[in-house]
């Protein structure tokens, strides 16, 4: 059993950063892509960033310049690091890894961690 564990949410003033980690545990043979999603209520949940086990990264436009997305393979562990916090920001953010176990590749997610940006 796999598990995706996220942690760093929390509130903040405008302009402020934080950083979020995800943990991934369990029969772990490989980890592909990590990602980081988000979603507004009522509205699809949308891509933030990722990155390949190489290290590539990608960004949505929206946090291009302002989020940074990080790994470290050794602890199975991803990161986004957020600059320059706008109150549109404010959401739930999923962390998803894409995994190869003994049952096969298939993509997990966490549980979510809320992010507030507010005065």
């Known amino acids: 059993q796999v598990q995706l564990v996220e942690s760093g949410g929390g509130l903040v003033q405008p302009g402020g950063s934080l950083r979020l980690s995800c943990a991934a545990s369990?029969?772990?043979?490989?980890?592909?892509?990590m990602g980081w999603y988000r979603q507004a209520p009522g509205k699809q949940r949308e891509l933030v960033a990722t990155?390949?086990?190489?290290?590539?990264?990608n960004y949505a436009d929206s946090v291009q310049g302002r989020f940074t997305i990080s790994r470290d393979n050794a602890k199975n562990t991803v990161y986004l690091q957020m600059n320059s916090l706008k109150p549109e920001d404010t959401v739930v953010y999923y962390c998803?890894?894409?995994?190869?176990?003994?049952?096969?590749?298939?993509?997990?997610w966490g549980q979510g961690t809320q992010v507030t940006v507010s005065s």
């Open positions: 998803n890894a894409d995994i190869r176990t003994l049952r096969g590749r298939e993509v997990y």
């Open positions: 369990g029969s772990i043979f490989s980890i592909y892509t």
């Open positions: 990155i390949t086990s190489g290290g590539r990264a």
